[in-house]
Nanobody, 124 residues
Framework: QVQLVESGGGLVQAGGSLRLSCAGS????????MGWFRQAPGKEREFVAA????????SYADSVKGRFTISRDNAKNMLYLQMNSLKPEDTAVYYC?????????????????WGQGTQVTVSS
């Protein structure tokens, strides 16, 4: 059974930082494109960042480019999202996701597995 478990969310002041983690199990983690998405109340789930199998390729939403960094450790089956210079508009539930398809994957429908999400709240 595939499991993706996020952690690291919380409450932070604007300008602060958080590091999200996602632990994968039950899948050949190193062969999956991994991504982070977020969903704010009343809004659709949106792409945040993605990383290819070997970390050579990364992509980011324009809204987080230069502030967030996605990384992975295939030896530990771990995915990370370092979030700096956080803004109130970054407040959302953040989801880790795995896609069996290589390349730039930015839409939720391209991902096969999802975590349960972790709440990030940025106060002004």
């Amino acid at each position: 059974q595939v499991q993706l478990v996020e952690s690291g969310g919380g409450l932070v002041q604007a300008g602060g930082s958080l590091r999200l983690s996602c632990a994968g199990s039950g899948l050949a983690f190193s062969t999956y494109t991994m991504g982070w998405f977020r969903q704010a109340p009343g809004k659709e789930r949106e792409f945040v960042a993605a990383i290819g199998w070997l970390s050579f390729t990364t992509s980011y939403a324009d809204s987080v480019k230069g502030r967030f960094t996605i990384s992975r450790d295939n030896a530990k089956n771990m995915l990370y999202l370092q979030m700096n210079s956080l803004k109130p508009e970054d407040t959302a539930v953040y989801y880790c996701a795995a896609s069996a398809v290589s390349g730039k994957r930015t839409t939720p429908g391209e991902y096969n597995y999802w975590g349960q999400g972790t709440q990030v709240t940025v106060s002004s």
